[in-house]
Every structure is written in structure tokens, then in C-alpha cells.
């Protein structure tokens, strides 16, 4: 049998398998996940909204994954809950903080403003003993001063309001900034020494500063006692300023 006759050699097909390539980690869901605990820092700090960044961020890589079907799922959602759990868990301690704090400026102003026969004895129960031991007419002084200030700006408002100078309930412990004493007003305690809210009158609004007898612990200690009700005995004074 000639060459040109020869039957061919068989060969077997060559099947070449490759690995299916995994799918590449989603770079925004990567983003979102260190972004929660930065954001969820600054949300104890009073500023909450800042939890909303890593969740928008997070979101936006569960949409775009549907598209490019990269991984990172688990690593998204755990970003959304983190974000969620500590901005809302932030959220309601810094209200809270604010409701219970500017309670004693509010609690003190509520004495002030009535009109009844005991007035004078319901200013006296919120001053601290050594203050009042020292000056005997220290709640006749306030009630003179807060008289003064409803003649010349309108009645109280009945609420106090707490500042945005600083985030979170901090602000009731650090005076505004521009605030003008009154005559007579002295001046800003250091800070964590007095509690500071806005007193909306019927015609102006002025902050005011209840000096406390010893600073922070005693701010605590105020904002226990108002847990459990009554006047609480820790002002020290009462101080006003232009808004």
C-alpha cells in the first residue's frame, strides 16, 4: 500500500477545561464596611446623620451587583445594619440627653413664671443650700431679674430650647458662641459648670445659663434626680445673655 493510500492515525480530541473565574469583591461594599464604624463614631459624637453615608454607599453596591454580579453581598447588608444600629441607637441617646438635661432649666423657670402665694419657696427648693445659706435673697434676685426680663420681652414661652452649636447634647454644657451678657449677667461658667438653653420670650429669645454648685458631676446628678422627680437643689445661679 502506497503512502498516498494509508489510512490516517487517529487522534483523540483535546479538551481543554478552565477554572470558571471567581467574581471580583464589590469595591463600594468594601468602602461601606470601615465607612459604618468612622460615620458610627462620629454618630456617638452627636452628629447621627452620619450614618446615612455608609448606607447610601452600601445600597448603591446591592444595585450595582445585580448588574455586575460581583461579590460582597454579606459585606453591604453587615455595612447597612452596623450604620442603622448605631445611628439610631445614637439618635436616642442624644435626645434623650438633651430632654433630661434641659429639664432643670425648665423645671426653674416653671417656679418663676407662676404667680402663687409659695413662689418664692418653690425658686428657693432648686438653689443649692450654700448658695442660698450665703445669700438669703438669691431666689428673690432671680425672680426679680426673670420679672424684669417678662416686662421688657413678653411672657415666657413655657419650653426651653437647646442649642446647635455644638452636635448632640454637648451643647447644653458648652455656652454659645456671641452670647452677650446682661448687665448684671456675668460671665460664661467653664464649660461642663452651668447648663445652657434658649428662653423663648413672647418677643426675643435669650440663652440662659444655670450655673451649677460643682460642674459636670453635677449636671449627672441632676439629670438622676430628674429621673426620679422633684426640684433638685444644684443651681448655683442664674445667668442671662443676648442671644
Known amino acids: 500500500m502506497s503512502a498516498e493510500h494509508a489510512s490516517p492515525v487517529p487522534t483523540d480530541d483535546v479538551i481543554v477545561r478552565t477554572e470558571p473565574r471567581e467574581a471580583p469583591l464589590s469595591w463600594l461594599a468594601i468602602l461601606a464596611l470601615p465607612l459604618a464604624f468612622v460615620c458610627g463614631y462620629a454618630a456617638f459624637q452627636g452628629r447621627w446623620v452620619a450614618s446615612v453615608v455608609p ?3 452600601a445600597g448603591i453596591a446591592l444595585l450595582m451587583m445585580r ?3 460581583k461579590r460582597g453581598r454579606v459585606v453591604a447588608i453587615f455595612a447597612i445594619l452596623i450604620s442603622i444600629g448605631v445611628g439610631s441607637c445614637s439618635y436616642m441617646f442624644h435626645s434623650r440627653g438633651k430632654a433630661l438635661f434641659s429639664a432643670l432649666p425648665e423645671g426653674v423657670l416653671a417656679a418663676l413664671s407662676t404667680s402663687s402665694k409659695t ?4 425658686v428657693a427648693a432648686w438653689a443649692w443650700p450654700e448658695s442660698l445659706a450665703s445669700d438669703p435673697e438669691l431666689a428673690r434676685g432671680w425672680m426679680a431679674t426673670f420679672d424684669a426680663l417678662v416686662a421688657e420681652h413678653g411672657a415666657w414661652a413655657g419650653r ?3 442649642g446647635e452649636h ?7 454644657l458648652v455656652a454659645p458662641p456671641h452670647a452677650g451678657a446682661l448687665e448684671g449677667g456675668g460671665e460664661p461658667p467653664p464649660v461642663g459648670a452651668g447648663v445652657w438653653v434658649l428662653v423663648p420670650f413672647a418677643r426675643a429669645s435669650l440663652w440662659l445659663c444655670v450655673v451649677l454648685k460643682d460642674g459636670v458631676e453635677d449636671a449627672r446628678e441632676s439629670v438622676i434626680a430628674h429621673i426620679e422627680g422633684g426640684p433638685n437643689p444644684v443651681i448655683g445661679g ?3 445673655f443676648r442671644r
Open 55 to 57: 448606607i447610601a454607599i
Open 119 to 122: 413662689r418664692a419657696a418653690d
Open 160 to 162: 426651653v430650647e437647646v
Open 238 to 240: 442664674l445667668r442671662w
Open 166 to 172: 455644638v452636635p448632640g447634647f454637648n451643647a447644653v
Open 67 to 69: 448588574v455586575t454580579r
